[in-house]
């Protein structure tokens, strides 16, 4: 039986190992390691989610390349129900260089995402008592057919979450992203999309709303409580991917029945100990 259900963005990631920033007229850096993994919020939420003992299935796209087995044979070994449609277009690549202060520059070729809409996901697979969504910014044809999905979603009485992603730069319309919200149940937010989609919280009022805080916490908003957690200092080896782990360890504990404050401290001390590791 599925628990949870995760539809968005797949893609390979292919990251440095954490380094000091770039000096001033220093192009190159030499270092020990690069890893190749899969990649995407709703493939790395899945991952987690799944190492976290749960049943979970993942819908998105690949291509017919060399990428698009990787994920599918990393998936299969890690356990994650995995139904991913192929389609006549490259896997997307993430280029990750990471620094040992916990930021991170990315470059994305959105490939196979940037193709998968409505006509690709088959509802009946939509299953198990929660739907999350990741990759809203990046999902260009699917974004625009989600307020019908989610309609069709919360027709069959599931929790609908959303992390939308909006760190690509992407043009970012708020009515459209309204439209959205309506349906969803769980938001998740870092402090700089919180900050672009308004300056308070009355649209999300009733339901439950994180706001993630890197080195400093979170914050919870639900049913007009507000709870804060603070932050854990470590060693930052792996940042690309941390939230997506936050997200997977906040729904794990909120599906068991765990109130806001346990939520939100597991979700940070799984993302603390994710990036200590590469």
């Not at 259900?5 to 850096?29: H, M, P, R």
Request: hydrophobic residues 40%; aromatic residues 10%; contains cysteine.
């Amino acid at each position: 039986m599925i628990n949870v259900t995760s539809i968005g963005d797949v893609n390979v990631d292919i990251l440095s190992e954490a380094v000091e920033k770039f000096e001033e007229n220093n192009e190159q850096k030499i270092v020990e390691q690069i890893k190749l993994k899969v990649g995407g919020g709703a493939a790395n939420f899945a991952c987690w989610l799944r190492k976290l003992g749960m049943k979970v299935r993942l819908i998105g796209a690949v291509g017919n390349d060399m990428f698009g087995e990787f994920i599918k044979e990393e998936l299969k070994k890690i356990g994650v129900d995995a139904r991913l449609v192929t389609l006549k277009e490259r896997t997307g690549i993430t280029i990750g260089i990471q620094f040992k202060d916990g930021s991170k520059r990315l470059v994305t070729f959105r490939g196979t995402n940037r193709l998968l809409s409505f006509q690709h996901i088959n509802i009946s697979e939509i299953d198990g008592d929660i739907v999350y969504f990741s990759g809203y910014n990046l999902l260009e044809n699917l974004r625009k057919e989600l307020p019908k999905l989610f309609e069709k979603i919360k027709r069959e009485g599931k929790i609908i979450s959303l992390d939308p992603d909006l760190k690509a730069g992407i043009t970012f319309e708020k009515s459209e992203f309204f439209e959205v919200a309506k349906y969803v149940d769980i938001m998740f937010l870092n402090e700089k999309e919180a900050r672009l989609i308004s300056n308070n919280f009355k649209w999300f009022k009733g339901r439950t709303l994180v706001i993630k805080r890197g080195r400093k916490g979170a914050i919870g908003i639900e049913n007009g409580e507000r709870v804060e957690v603070s932050g854990k200092e470590v060693e930052v080896k792996n940042p690309t991917g941390a939230g997506d782990v936050f997200n997977a360890a906040f729904i794990h504990h909120y599906y068991y029945g765990y109130e806001l404050r346990e939520c939100l401290e597991f979700a940070n001390s799984e993302a603390a100990e994710y990036i200590q590791n590469f």
